[in-house]
């Protein structure tokens, strides 16, 4: 439900980091940053129209006024979509989806040591679905309603002449969600009501000393309470069932501290650690430790880092019906090593990375007891190419390849919809100053899969595919850019997960101006 409108970036960190994150960060941490505004306002529209009846149109408004700035955006998009049970296998009924979002960054800096922010986003949608995937799964009423809501006030304080920053993170979020499955002509005697409701609160304080130029010391409390509830009562041939799971809440507290040190001119070093205590689980402690090395003279950097990182039960998992309060948290240890190359005075990089991952105490849901039970170990390792090439100017060449081989430690096979072999090709050129053109080339090796049209499911393999896209933009002037771009160029027929759609060739265009 995360769309693209008002985002300034998006950071990607791999691996175990739950010394700064806390739970959750089991594999790795996604930071995506909402615009900033400054300087005069401005207000940006895109529309946008394509295949399946799709369309797309939203705004924002950006700027700054003195020691204000803010940003403020809103957008819908609707599509009738493909249906969600594979076209392929007698599906017919499409499914559609909508979308409306509104999001918003303000902050205020009254003093050069003090100012704060807030951050806010509201989404909600309706999606329809089908009953699963695989032959006669289509339903014409099963529609699914999400609604979320995320508030977040930093304030920040700089004390020392700029050495010791604080910064106090508030932040709470809500999500409901409701399906809805009634009765119709194809299913008279199934019936499907369940909703999901959710609150998170968080405190972060968090301190960065700045200690030497070559030293930074950051350490924090941060405290988070977890509440949910939910209910589902189904109708079938098989009579009546009904689950409800009362609300329940659970609260985490964490410490953690870290130190990142610089010494001479080449080396980086990370140290940190981090302790929670959970309610019903204990304590947890996880570490991390990265170093990184840049030799001046042939530019080449070492790097390399070994982490842990946890992931708590859900409410869900711990006091549902289902569940078991003395479930231990989800585990994994991972470590990497590379190597980063500059080559053609710059215009090429070349890198390499080996890494690893143990996962230990997943929760799964054992069907012999009907409970959730810590029964699942996994292992992923391998190594991953990337090459960046700007031969001139106007033009820009990406390359990435990755070998992963993963395993569940119980069965010895490897897990379900990971690829061994990805990779990809991404090419842009810039022409006449004002116009672009992208080609991207995706490939997605075999993958293994559960077939859920047979009882018990039977694992099956899903084949590998090459997709190929391409996006043009022209800036008409200042003021006015138009765009569009082809997705699956050569029409290819795929599978992501079995039994589902996914779309063949697509077409979308649109104009984005500036006021």
Same mark, same amino acid.
């Given at each position: 439900?995360?769309?693209?409108?008002?985002i300034?970036?998006?950071?990607?960190?791999?691996?175990?980091?739950?010394?700064l994150?806390?739970?959750?960060?089991?594999?790795?941490?996604?930071?995506?940053? !909402?615009?900033?505004?400054?300087?005069?306002?401005?207000?940006?529209?895109? !529309?946008?129209?394509?295949?399946f009846?799709?369309?797309?149109?939203?705004?924002?408004?950006?700027?700054?006024?003195?020691?204000v700035?803010?940003?403020?955006?809103a957008?819908?998009?609707?599509?009738?979509g493909?249906?969600a049970?594979?076209?392929?296998?007698?599906?017919? +009924?499409?499914d559609?989806?909508?979308?409306?979002?509104?999001?918003?960054?303000?902050?205020?800096?009254?003093?050069?040591a @003090?100012?704060? +922010?807030?951050?806010?986003?509201?989404?909600?949608?309706?999606s329809?679905?089908?009953?699963?995937g695989?032959a006669?799964?289509?339903?014409?009423?099963?529609?699914t309603?999400h609604?979320?809501?995320?508030?977040?006030?930093?304030?920040?304080?700089?004390?020392?002449?700029?050495?010791?920053?604080?910064?106090?993170?508030?932040?709470?979020?809500?999500?409901?969600?409701?399906?809805?499955n009634? @009765?119709?002509?194809?299913?008279?005697?199934?019936?499907?009501?369940?909703?999901?409701?959710?609150r998170?609160?968080?405190?972060?304080?968090?301190?960065?000393?700045?200690?030497?130029?070559n030293? !930074?010391?950051t350490?924090?409390?941060?405290?988070e309470?977890?509440r949910?509830?939910?209910?589902?009562?189904?109708?079938?041939?098989?009579?009546?069932?009904?689950?409800?799971?009362?609300?329940?809440?659970?609260?985490?507290?964490?410490?953690?501290?870290?130190?990142?040190?610089?010494?001479?001119?080449?080396?980086?070093? !990370?140290?940190?650690?981090r302790a929670?205590?959970?309610?019903? @689980?204990?304590?947890?402690?996880?570490y991390?430790?990265?170093g990184?090395?840049?030799?001046?003279r042939?530019?080449?950097?070492?790097?390399a880092?070994?982490?842990?990182?946890f992931?708590?039960p859900?409410?869900?998992?711990?006091y549902?019906?289902?569940?078991?309060?003395?479930?231990?948290?989800?585990?994994?240890?991972?470590?990497?090593?590379?190597?980063?190359?500059?080559?053609?005075?710059?215009?090429?990089?070349?890198?390499v990375?080996?890494?690893?991952?143990? @996962?230990?105490?997943?929760?799964?849901?054992?069907?012999?007891?009907?409970?959730?039970?810590?029964?699942?170990?996994?292992?992923?390792?391998?190594?991953?190419?990337?090459?960046?090439?700007?031969?001139?100017?106007d033009?820009?060449?990406?390359?990435?390849?990755t070998?992963?081989?993963?395993?569940d430690?119980?069965?010895?096979e490897?897990?379900?919809?990971?690829?061994?072999?990805?990779?990809?090709v991404?090419g842009s050129?810039r022409f006449?100053?004002?116009?672009?053109?992208?080609?991207?080339?995706?490939?997605?090796?075999?993958?293994d899969?559960?077939?859920?049209?047979?009882?018990?499911?039977a694992?099956?393999?899903?084949d590998?595919?090459?997709?190929?896209?391409?996006?043009a933009?022209?800036?008409?002037?200042?003021?006015?850019?138009?765009?569009?771009?082809?997705?699956?160029?050569l029409?290819?027929?795929?599978?992501?997960?079995?039994?589902?759609?996914?779309p063949?060739?697509?077409?979308?265009?649109?104009?984005?101006p500036?006021?």
């Amino acid at each position: 439900h995360l769309t693209d409108d008002n985002i300034e970036r998006i950071e990607i960190v791999r691996g175990p980091q739950s010394v700064l994150y806390g739970s959750d960060a089991l594999g790795g941490v996604i930071n995506i940053i !909402t615009k900033r505004g400054s300087g005069t306002p401005r207000v940006r529209v895109r !529309t946008e129209g394509g295949s399946f009846g799709s369309y797309r149109v939203g705004g924002s408004v950006t700027g700054s006024s003195g020691n204000v700035h803010y940003t403020l955006g809103a957008s819908h998009y609707g599509t009738d979509g493909i249906s969600a049970a594979d076209v392929d296998l007698g599906n017919l +009924e499409k499914d559609g989806y909508r979308n409306t979002t509104v999001s918003s960054r303000v902050g205020y800096a009254p003093h050069a040591a @003090f100012d704060v +922010e807030a951050h806010g986003r509201y989404t909600t949608t309706r999606s329809d679905i089908d009953n699963g995937g695989g032959a006669q799964q289509d339903d014409p009423n099963n529609i699914t309603e999400h609604e979320q809501w995320l508030v977040q006030v930093t304030p920040r304080l700089t004390l020392g002449g700029g050495r010791w920053e604080q910064k106090l993170g508030v932040a709470i979020s809500e999500v409901s969600r409701k399906n809805d499955n009634g @009765f119709d002509a194809e299913h008279p005697q199934d019936l499907i009501a369940s909703s999901f409701d959710s609150r998170i609160i968080d405190l972060d304080w968090q301190h960065n000393v700045y200690a030497h130029r070559n030293n !930074t010391v950051t350490f924090g409390l941060d405290a988070e309470e977890d509440r949910g509830e939910s209910t589902f009562h189904s109708e079938s041939a098989f009579g009546p069932f009904s689950s409800v799971f009362e609300q329940q809440s659970v609260r985490t507290w964490g410490f953690y501290a870290q130190d990142r040190v610089t010494l001479g001119e080449g080396f980086v070093g !990370t140290a940190g650690l981090r302790a929670d205590a959970h309610e019903e @689980f204990g304590s947890h402690v996880t570490y991390r430790f990265a170093g990184a090395h840049r030799f001046a003279r042939a530019g080449t950097k070492l790097r390399a880092t070994v982490g842990s990182g946890f992931k708590a039960p859900s409410l869900f998992q711990l006091y549902s019906s289902f569940g078991d309060s003395g479930l231990d948290p989800e585990e994994s240890v991972g470590w990497d090593v590379g190597v980063d190359q500059p080559l053609w005075r710059n215009r090429a990089m070349l890198g390499v990375t080996f890494f690893q991952n143990d @996962f230990d105490n997943l929760i799964d849901f054992d069907g012999g007891t009907n409970q959730y039970n810590n029964i699942a170990k996994a292992k992923t390792q391998g190594i991953e190419f990337a090459a960046r090439v700007r031969p001139r100017a106007d033009v820009a060449l990406q390359l990435s390849y990755t070998f992963t081989d993963s395993e569940d430690a119980q069965s010895k096979e490897r897990l379900l919809r990971r690829a061994t072999h990805k990779g990809g090709v991404q090419g842009s050129y810039r022409f006449v100053e004002r116009g672009s053109v992208s080609l991207a080339l995706l490939y997605v090796g075999t993958r293994d899969d559960n077939d859920f049209s047979t009882f018990p499911a039977a694992r099956v393999r899903l084949d590998d595919y090459f997709l190929v896209n391409l996006g043009a933009s022209y800036d008409v002037n200042p003021r006015l850019q138009i765009f569009g771009r082809i997705e699956n160029v050569l029409d290819h027929d795929y599978e992501e997960a079995r039994g589902f759609g996914v779309p063949g060739i697509a077409a979308y265009a649109g104009f984005r101006p500036t006021f």
